[in-house]
Nanobody
Framework: QVQLVESGGGLVQPGGSLRLSCAAS????????MSWVRQAPGQKREFVAS????????NYADSVKGRFTISRDNAKNTVYLQMNSLKPEDTAAYYC??????????WGQGTQVTVSS
């Protein structure tokens, strides 16, 4: 059974930092592309960042470049999103997603990030 469990969300002031984690199981994590996607109220889901299976290649949305960092620990089957210099417009539910080596997509339940003073 595939599981993606996000954690680390919460309320933070503008300019602050949060680190999201996503613990994965039930598929071959090391061979999968791991991504973070977010959705603000009333908005479509928006790509945030991806980490490719080589462990080194990453991709970011322009809106988070230079502020967010995606990383992965294949030994722990966990992907992280370090978010710095947070802005109110970063407020959203953040979802972890995986695309395995067969092209199958999996999603977590999401964790809420609220940036507000």
């Amino acid at each position: 059974q595939v599981q993606l469990v996000e954690s680390g969300g919460g309320l933070v002031q503008p300019g602050g930092s949060l680190r999201l984690s996503c613990a994965a199981s039930g598929f071959t994590f090391s061979r999968s592309v791991m991504s973070w996607v977010r959705q603000a109220p009333g908005q479509k889901r928006e790509f945030v960042a991806s980490s490719f299976s080589d462990g080194n290649s990453t991709n970011y949305a322009d809106s988070v470049k230079g502020r967010f960092t995606i990383s992965r620990d294949n030994a722990k089957n966990t992907v992280y999103l370090q978010m710095n210099s947070l802005k109110p417009e970063d407020t959203a539910a953040y979802y972890c997603s995986a695309r395995d080596e067969r092209g199958r997509d999996y999603w977590g339940q999401g964790t809420q990030v609220t940036v507000s003073s």
